[in-house]
Nanobody, 125 residues
Framework: QVQLVESGGGLVQTGGSLRLSCAAS????????MGWFRQVPGKEREFVAA????????YYADAVKGRFTISRDNAKNTVYLQMNSLKPEDTAVYFC??????????????????WGQGTQVTVSS
């Protein structure tokens, strides 16, 4: 019933920008904290960014601070990840995730209840 669908990935050159979207259905979106994670083959899933259920607090991994921005549009049931100044090390499959009624402790993947299928981001040098 719950579905998260990522979009917006693609191929971009170093220094370029992409905006990822995650459209949610089957849940009361405004009550869910949302997170973005990324993963490359052979490595564990890495926290990227998260936003609290009420939109009041955002968190970022050190590797993306100052370059990425997470936001949400509750009217569209969508969370976004604006990625600027992209680097080859940002290349990964990006996943969105949802957990209800949470403000903090959003950096661990295991606390999220629902996950999308991911969208590929490739940054060429």
């Amino acid at each position: 019933q719950v579905q998260l669908v990522e979009s917006g990935g693609g191929l971009v050159q170093t220094g370029g920008s992409l905006r990822l979207s995650c459209a949610a259905s089957g849940l009361t979106f405004s009550s869910y904290a949302m997170g973005w994670f990324r993963q490359v083959p052979g490595k564990e899933r890495e926290f990227v960014a998260a936003i609290s259920w009420n939109g009041g607090t955002s968190y970022y991994a050190d590797a993306v601070k100052g370059r990425f921005t997470i936001s949400r549009d509750n009217a569209k049931n969508t969370v976004y990840l604006q990625m600027n100044s992209l680097k080859p090390e940002d290349t990964a499959v990006y996943f969105c995730a949802a957990v209800p009624n949470r403000v903090g402790a959003l950096l661990s993947s295991h606390i999220y209840d629902y996950w999308g299928q991911g969208t590929q981001v490739t940054v060429s040098s």
